[in-house]
Nanobody
């Protein structure tokens, strides 16, 4: 069974930091592009960041570039999202996503809530 288990969400003050983790199982992790999406209240889901396996090519939404860092540890089947300088606009449910670059396999985590508020 494919599983993407997210952790690390919670409440943080503006300007603070948070690191999300997504532990993957049930598929060949290093064959997949890993992505983080988020969905804020009243808005559609948007792509935040992505990372390939080799090389470790990363892409970021303009709104998070310079503040967020996506990384992966293939030995641990885990992808991370380090979030710094958080603002209330970052408040959303964050979802982990895995997609095979050459096939139609597409897996999703359950989502984790990130709330940025004073």
């Amino acid at each position: 069974q494919v599983q993407l288990v997210e952790s690390g969400g919670g409440l943080v003050q503006p300007g603070g930091s948070l690191r999300l983790s997504c532990a993957a199982s049930g598929f060949t992790f290093n064959n997949y592009v890993m992505k983080w999406y988020r969905q804020a209240p009243g808005k559609e889901r948007e792509l935040v960041a992505s990372i390939t396996s080799y090389p470790r090519t990363t892409n970021y939404a303009d709104s998070v570039k310079g503040r967020f860092t996506i990384s992966r540890d293939n030995a641990k089947n885990t992808v991370y999202l380090q979030m710094n300088s958080l603002s209330p606009e970052d408040t959303a449910v964050y979802y982990c996503n895995a997609v095979h670059p050459l096939r139609f396999n597409n897996y999703w985590g359950q989502g984790t809530q990130v709330t940025v508020s004073s």
